[in-house]
């Protein structure tokens, strides 16, 4: 058990430490004009072996938001309130800790992560993978039926487009706290429209 547990750590130390590698030639040169054979030899592999960890190029950026892809379902999972109503605390909870997730956040590294993934077209197609599995994990838990994928479609819609309308803010070169009062007020007035139509949820 204790070795199966070692091998389990480093191969997780092995995917976030290739992440990494890619993501930071990405930042310097451009996603398009960095290799498969430039990030092996970075990271000191093989490529086959880099294509054991990641099959496709994108993975390597989409690694880093991999683990959000259940976010939503664990959330209502974890709580005892109705999924909108924790879905609501757990986003404004988010842009009180400037989440990078909620697109409230000016670090530097995140801003320039936020513009690889948007700017750049293969990741956008890539995204929409994660997007579907988003919805897919949190429309198992609302119920699993065509109006649990209905809910799910429309709450993963919102949360994904207020981060977006945060983080364009502020890439643009608006203050955070200048951001941060409109963010809120947005959310509320979003989860308010989805507990209208989700009463079921509520």
Known sequence: ???L???QRKKQRMYETLSEIAIRLFLEKGFDAVSVAEIAAAAEI???TLFRYFPAKEDLVLYRIADHEDEAARVVVESDEAPLVALRRHFLEGLERDDPVTGLNDHPQVLAF???LYGTPALVARAHGHLERQEAALAE???GDLDARLAAGQIIAVRRILA????RRISAGERMEDVRGDAVAAAERA???LA???PWLS
């Open 141 to 143: 838990v609302l119920g």
């Open 191 to 193: 989860f308010g429209v």
């Open 5 to 7: 547990g070692l091998r």
């Open 1 to 3: 058990m204790n070795d």
């Open 46 to 48: 093989s490529k086959p």
């Open 114 to 116: 936020h513009s690889l």
């Open 196 to 198: 209208a139509g989700l």
């Open 164 to 167: 977006m309308e945060n983080w």
